[in-house]
C-alpha cells in the first residue's frame, strides 16, 4: 500500500470525528434534558409512626377512693407488706422505719428520735392525704434519696384503703376529704331513705319478713360470738355486749372502751343505723376499731338486726314497710 492510501484513510478517520463531533454539539443544544419533578414510578415506603404518648406518670387523685375505703383491708395490706419495717399502735418503737401512729396530719419527721433520710427531712408540712397519696405510690419520686426501698402501691384503691387505715391511727382522725368525683349510682337504682345501697328494699321492707332464729345462726356462722356476748348482764369481750343494742345509744354499755368513732355518733341504733353499720363498719364510722369486713346480704342484714331486737325485755317495734 503506498503513501496516498494511507493518507487517504486518516483524513477519512479525521473528518468522520469532526462531524461526529459537530453534530454532536449541535444535537446537545437543539435537545435539552429535563429531570423529572416525579419519580415515574412510585416506591412505597413505610412512613415511621409517631412515638406513642406516654400517659403522665404520677397516681390518681385519691379522693373518690378514700370516699369507698375500707379501713380493715387497709389493716391487713399494712401489717402483712409494711408490718416488717413499721409498727402502728401508740407509743409503739420503730423498726426499720418509724412509728406510725397518728401519721396522717403529723409532720414527715413525726416521730420524735428517728433517724429520717434527708429526703424526708427536706419535706415541710404535714403528712397530708394527697402527700400520703404520692409517697406511697412511689417513695423514690416523692422523696429521691430516701432510704425507703418500698416500690410503692400502684392500685389506687389498696393506696386509698391503707391511707384510711393510717388515718385512723388516731385518737382523732382527721375528716375524709370531698370526693371531686363520685361514682354515678347503678342505672335503675337510687338510695333508699334508709341509706340502703342502690337497688335493695329498705330495711322495713326486709325486717318484715326477716327470721331472728337465722339471725342468731348467723351471729355464730359469721364469727360474732368470738368478740361479742348476747346475755342479759354478758361482759364484753373485745367488743361490748350486745343485750339490748337496739334502740340503745351507741355507746350503750356503761365501761366499756368505745372508740371515738363509734362515740361521736350521737342517738340510738335505730334499724336504719343497724343496717347500715352492718353493711360496713368501717364506711358508717371511719377510725372504728371493728376490723369486721360487713355482711353484704341485705336479708342477712335484716335477720341479724331482727335478732338483736328480740335481746330485750320490751323488744322495739317492727317498723311498717311501705
Not at 94 to 121: C, E, R, T, W
Request: hydrophobic share 40%; glycine share 10%.
Amino acid at each position: 500500500m503506498d503513501s496516498m492510501e494511507i493518507n487517504k484513510g486518516i483524513a477519512a478517520v479525521l473528518v468522520a470525528g469532526i462531524a461526529f463531533f459537530l453534530f454532536g454539539s449541535i444535537g446537545a443544544n437543539l435537545v435539552r434534558e429535563t429531570v423529572p419533578e416525579k419519580s415515574a414510578i412510585e416506591i412505597a415506603t413505610e412512613q415511621p409512626k409517631p412515638a406513642a404518648q406516654k400517659a403522665p406518670e404520677g397516681p390518681a387523685a385519691i379522693e373518690p377512693f378514700l370516699a369507698k375505703a375500707d379501713v380493715a383491708a387497709g389493716e391487713a395490706y399494712a401489717k402483712k407488706t409494711c408490718g416488717i419495717c413499721h409498727s402502728f399502735n401508740e407509743g409503739g418503737k420503730a423498726i426499720i422505719g418509724p412509728n406510725l401512729y397518728n401519721v396522717v396530719g403529723g409532720p414527715h419527721a413525726h416521730m420524735q428520735g428517728f433517724d429520717y433520710s434527708n429526703a424526708i427531712k427536706s419535706k415541710k408540712g404535714p403528712w397530708t392525704f394527697d402527700a400520703l397519696n404520692e409517697w406511697l405510690y412511689k417513695p423514690s419520686a416523692y422523696a429521691p434519696g430516701t432510704r425507703m426501698g418500698f416500690a410503692g402501691i400502684k392500685d389506687n384503691q389498696t393506696r386509698a384503703d391503707v391511707i384510711d387505715y393510717l388515718r385512723s391511727l388516731s385518737p382523732k382522725p382527721l375528716p375524709l376529704p370531698v370526693a371531686t368525683a363520685v361514682p354515678a349510682p347503678a342505672a335503675g337504682g337510687t338510695a333508699a331513705a334508709s341509706g340502703a345501697p342502690a337497688g335493695e328494699p329498705s330495711i322495713a321492707e326486709r325486717l318484715a319478713k326477716a327470721d331472728p332464729a337465722k339471725g342468731e345462726a348467723d351471729t355464730k356462722k359469721l364469727g360474732c360470738i368470738a368478740c361479742h356476748t348476747f346475755n342479759d348482764g354478758g361482759k364484753a369481750g373485745i367488743g361490748p355486749n350486745l343485750y339490748g343494742v337496739v334502740g340503745a345509744p351507741h355507746g350503750h354499755m356503761e365501761g366499756f372502751n368505745y372508740s371515738s368513732a363509734i362515740k361521736s355518733k350521737q342517738g340510738p341504733w335505730t334499724f336504719e343505723e343497724l343496717d347500715q353499720w352492718l353493711t360496713k363498719p368501717s364506711a358508717y364510722a371511719p377510725g372504728t376499731r371493728m376490723t369486721f369486713m360487713g355482711v353484704k346480704n341485705p336479708q342477712e342484714r335484716a335477720d341479724i338486726i331482727d335478732y338483736l331486737r328480740t335481746l330485750a325485755a320490751k323488744p322495739e317495734p317492727l317498723p311498717a314497710a311501705k
